[in-house]
């Protein structure tokens, strides 16, 4: 019955061993699924340039990251969530009531939303937000009224734009982008193109009629892709007519194949957007949970590491992957190292 | 009985048996008809067989080679002390070993122009390389040292015809004139193809470094995890199926027992991945991203699938063999054990196979525990370890790499699928020379 033995023995090894691992050694990171390819690249260097293990980085989302965070302290709790967006005030009090009070913010750099379409399709070149909100939102100003979208080509209320089908794929609810995509791009054209003055005209109140402003038409013109970039770009890759919704990143991996349009005639690049003239653009984060410092081996090391110039800094290998630096480095570099949390003095 | 067949002879066929009659050729017809229908099935499946595999290995076959950079380094001890003092140090090597290249270039006298960073453009992530080799050999130091290191991805890319010359736009990954630089190179064969041993025994790796990246540690974690599972559900599903086969009496509870088993057998494995979340990690305190923790979560699911695998094979052992055991004195038990359950052993093996086999490739209830991002960086120093240091699993290393902006990376996950076949192919080998064992043995 040697199985048998060996059955035991190994349920045996098992069991010790899960008892002797609850001491944690490496820093457990999880988020926002586009902060991830960065978070990944410095846990690699970290991993590489010092004696610390090399920490684990999960994605998931920004929202869902955030809730694993505010779940507790303690080793079987994470250390740090990565967040597309700024932490809201029902996390901060979420986080509060299960225990974590002190939470040091880090801004990493920006990220650039862009507009995209396949390599040899039209000539989709220069979009102001009017332009996308006319193909995709679902109530647009047409001969002076306000109606149901019917627009079924770029060219009918633009005639620079190509005369070619409305596809376009853009990121789904779940995802940080839409947030970004909606704010900075619906809105604004739906306030350019006089839909939101027409709205506020019918008898809507502001609120009611800023979330009209942000419905699309449910005609099949618009596609909400709940995957990541990948599944975008393989739709494009599908359909001559498409126009994806990239982060700046990817874009500049995939340049091959895509396409970008300048946004309000300002062609998407690092630069463009650290000067703040590219108009679609969101600040990264992740945050630190100050009681695991000293208490996780390699913790606030791995948060000074992520933010030092060699990496972070315009020549790092974050900047050459895609992330636009961000010009106050060294405020954040600072309130790292002193491990300044947030509401103290920030 | 004859008598009566006698009596009333059957009826006279008008003509000889050797000549078919309409009702004959018609029923040979349907049979004809019928094995035609099979063929067609068959060869439909093969066909889509076919088409999965030339896709797959044609996809995953260029995983599997990288292109290299031959040279010969030689690194000073001042020059590695300098490096060390630095907090990129990885980028300091990295630069040391360009400056070298550079000048090794320009003393050979190169036909096309070039700088160090079409230099930098044109090599992958070094640094790390350089310095874990230098960690573990430090006699190494000053003595001239043969490398073979990754080259960026967009140069593999252009050999393997991901990157061409008509599609290239300058960008700071590429330069059209780089392309000139490489062909030069491979005049002098500095650069060349190689096959990829870090794929299969390497870990992953950041994303902006896809030459580095390798599927081997997460083979290590689902082979850990497949172990927890087969240490578990194995004695489990059988004891359970024996009970319920052969012992348990039959009324309501073992109906309702029975009846559960089936449900569960059809539970959305992203379940038993909450589950496992709630239970193992937030109740129970064990280690997240762990293969201990994906091995329990994954035994609950292969549970229902061995237990009624087991009892069905169980029950297609002939009563005849327990009553012939029951009937030579032996207790209930020992029919059990000695008679019944070597017969039934195949088909538990069979069992058990399929439910390792779907084990295998679930990525979903890993999701939820951790298993799944940037979390196989490197082997386990250990047995033990194995269990409980953060590791991923196969398939969730394909789903993370496919996911990946770098087209290379996604090459890399049709070669993963071909490691991760391969790896089934194994597993089932050994069920099948076990079950000749066991079937040899009773």
């Not at chain 2, 992958?124 to 080259?151: N, Q």
């Not at chain 2, 094979?313 to 012939?324: F, M």
């Not at chain 2, 120093?381 to 991923?392: I, K, L, Q, R, Y």
């Amino acid at each position: 019955m040697s199985f048998v033995k060996l059955t035991a023995s190994t349920l045996a090894i098992a069991a010790v061993s899960a008892t002797a691992a609850a001491a944690r050694d490496q820093v457990q990171v999880a988020g926002s699924s586009t902060v991830l390819p960065y978070a990944s690249i410095v846990a690699e260097v970290f991993g590489e340039n010092t004696d610390f293990p090399t920490p684990v980085v999960e994605s998931g989302g920004s929202s869902a990251g955030l809730k694993r965070f505010c779940e507790g302290v303690g080793e079987n709790t994470i250390d740090v969530a990565n967040a597309s967006r700024q932490i809201r005030e029902k996390e901060i009090k979420a986080c509060a009531e299960a225990g974590v009070t002190d939470i040091i913010e880090v801004r990493i750099g920006y990220d650039g939303i862009v507009f995209a379409s396949q390599q040899s399709g039209p000539e989709f070149s220069a979009f102001e937000p009017s332009d996308i909100y006319n193909a995709i939102g679902a109530q647009v100003m047409k001969d002076g009224a306000l109606v149901e979208n019917s627009f079924n080509s770029w060219a009918e209320f633009n005639a620079d734009l190509p005369d070619a089908e409305i596809a376009m794929f853009i990121p789904g609810t779940k995802h940080g982008t839409r947030e970004v995509f909606e704010d900075k791009v619906l809105l604004k054209g739906c306030e350019a193109t006089g839909a939101m003055q027409a709205m506020l005209d019918g008898g809507m109140d502001e609120d009611a009629a800023e979330d009209a402003c942000l419905d699309v038409r449910q005609d099949g013109k618009s596609v909400d892709i709940d995957g990541d970039y990948t599944e975008t770009l393989a739709r494009i890759d599908a359909n001559t007519n498409g126009i994806g919704v990239f982060g700046l990143a990817f874009y500049e991996n995939n340049t091959d194949k895509l396409k970008v349009a300048t946004m309000s005639d300002v062609a998407p690049s690092t630069e463009t957007i650290s000067t703040g003239e590219y108009p679609v653009s969101r600040p990264l984060f992740f945050y630190v949970k100050k009681a695991h410092i000293g208490v996780i081996p390699g913790l606030q090391e791995y948060a000074q590491f992520f933010v030092a110039d060699e990496i972070a800094g315009p020549s790092g290998p974050l900047a050459n992957y895609g992330l636009v630096a961000d010009p106050e480095l060294a405020k954040t570099q600072e309130a790292v190292a002193n491990a300044t949390t947030m509401g103290s003095g920030s | 009985m004859t008598d009566a067949s006698m009596d009333n002879p059957p009826p006279a066929r008008a003509r000889s048996l050797r000549q078919a009659d309409a009702n004959t050729r018609r029923r040979n017809a349907a049979e004809k008809r019928f094995r035609a229908y099979g063929m067609v099935a068959i060869l439909t499946g093969l066909f889509f067989l076919t088409v999965l595999f030339v896709s797959i290995i044609r996809s995953g076959a260029p995983a599997f080679t990288r292109t290299v950079v031959n040279v010969e380094f030689t690194l000073t001890q001042d020059q590695m002390d300098a490096a060390e003092s630095e907090l990129f140090k990885t980028k300091a090597y990295s630069n040391l070993f360009i400056a070298a290249l550079q000048g090794k270039l320009e003393e050979r006298g190169m036909s096309v122009e070039f700088d160090e960073a079409a230099i930098e453009r044109l090599l992958g992530k070094v640094g790390g390389t350089l310095r874990a080799h230098y960690k573990e050999f430090p006699d190494d130091v000053g003595k001239p040292v043969p490398f073979e290191l990754a080259a960026s991805s967009r140069v593999d890319g252009y050999y393997k015809g991901r990157v061409n010359r008509e599609t290239l736009q300058d960008s700071r990954f590429l330069q059209l004139s780089d392309l000139d630089l490489v062909d030069a190179l491979e005049e002098a064969q500095i650069i060349k193809q190689a096959f990829s041993w870090t794929f299969i025994t390497g870990a992953d790796s950041g994303v902006d470094n896809p030459g580095g990246a390798g599927i081997g540690a997460a083979v290590v974690g689902s082979f850990f995890m497949m172990l927890v599972v087969l240490v578990l559900s194995l004695p489990i599903g059988v004891a359970a199926s024996i009970y319920l086969e052969e012992f348990a009496p039959q009324n309501r509870f073992t109906d309702l027992i029975e009846v559960n088993i089936s449900n569960l057998a059809a539970v959305p494995s992203i379940v038993f991945g909450i589950l496992g979340l709630a239970v193992f990690i937030q109740f129970m305190h064990l280690p997240q991203s762990a293969p201990l923790v994906g091995g329990l979560v994954l035994s609950l699911m292969t549970l229902p699938t061995i237990i009624i695998s087991t009892r069905a094979s169980l029950k297609a052992v002939p009563p005849s063999i327990r009553d012939a055991a029951l009937g030579v004195g032996a207790s209930k038990m020992q029919a059990v054990f000695h008679h019944v359950l070597p017969l039934a052993a195949p088909g538990i093996l069979t069992g058990t196979i399929i439910g390792l086999a779907q084990a295998l490739g679930e990525t979903a209830p890993l999701l939820l525990i951790g298993m799944v991002g940037f979390v196989a960086r490197g082997y386990p120093d250990g047995f033990v370890a194995g269990f409980t240091e953060p590791n991923s699993a196969m398939p969730a290393q394909i789903y993370t790499w496919a996911a990946r902006a770098d087209a290379s990376f996604y090459e890399k996950a049709w070669g993963g699928i071909i490691i991760l076949l391969a790896f089934l192919l194994t597993m089932n080998i050994i069920a099948i020379i076990l079950r000749r064992r066991f079937e040899r043995r009773w």
